[in-house]
């Protein structure tokens, strides 16, 4: 079965719903996210209430823990599912799978290309050139790799990505990649 995935204005929560998928997450999660700033603990929030909606969704569990592992990656306790999360601007977005699975997006604006040296091969960098659109997608490609790889972000860099461009699109004015490890 392919990922389930889905994007959702942060601001189309209620405050309401916000509190309700603050209270149903795990003590440690909470507090991690209670300490963030208000657009950032919106955005975190929006993206968990995704993930849950998504897991009861593929599994029909409405109470599912997400806890985090060591290395901070998200994890749905006690469920034979794997799942991913992201936010940007005014997007979270989430993705769920039976195999470990990355999501990322980034609201689509101006970057410099020079960016490009801290996480792209030269054939990435050659063919993002100057183009931001370009850019953001290998970011996205990226980040949705090391989520669902779990390689370092050193062994993601070294890994030339542009097999994969059509892993990643534009949707809702932000750029997105979703991965899964039988993208990989």
Not at 120 to 131: F, H, K, L, V, W
Not at 167 to 183: E, I
Request: with cysteine; aromatic share 8%; net charge neutral.
């Amino acid at each position: 079965m392919p990922a389930d995935f889905q994007i959702i204005d942060i601001n189309t929560l209620s405050d309401e719903t916000i509190r309700q998928t603050l209270a149903a997450m795990s003590p440690l999660r909470r507090a991690r996210i209670s300490a963030y700033p208000p657009r950032r603990l919106r955005q975190s929030a929006a993206a968990e209430y995704l993930a849950r909606e998504l897991l009861f969704r593929r599994t029909g569990m409405r109470f599912v823990t997400i806890e985090q592992d060591e290395n901070g990656r998200p994890y749905p306790k006690n469920c034979p599912c794997f799942l991913s999360l992201s936010h940007s601007g005014g997007l979270a977005a989430a993705a769920v799978s039976d195999v470990p699975v990355g999501v990322d997006i980034e609201i689509f604006r101006s970057v410099s290309p020079a960016v490009l040296r801290h996480f792209a091969t030269e054939t990435e960098a050659a063919y993002a050139g100057q183009d931001p659109e370009r850019i953001l997608r290998l970011w996205t490609l990226k980040e949705a790799y090391y989520k669902a790889s779990a390689l370092p972000f050193a062994a993601v860099r070294e890994t030339d990505l542009t097999r994969l461009l059509d892993r990643s699109f534009l949707r809702d004015g932000a750029v997105c990649a979703l991965l899964t490890t039988a993208d990989i």
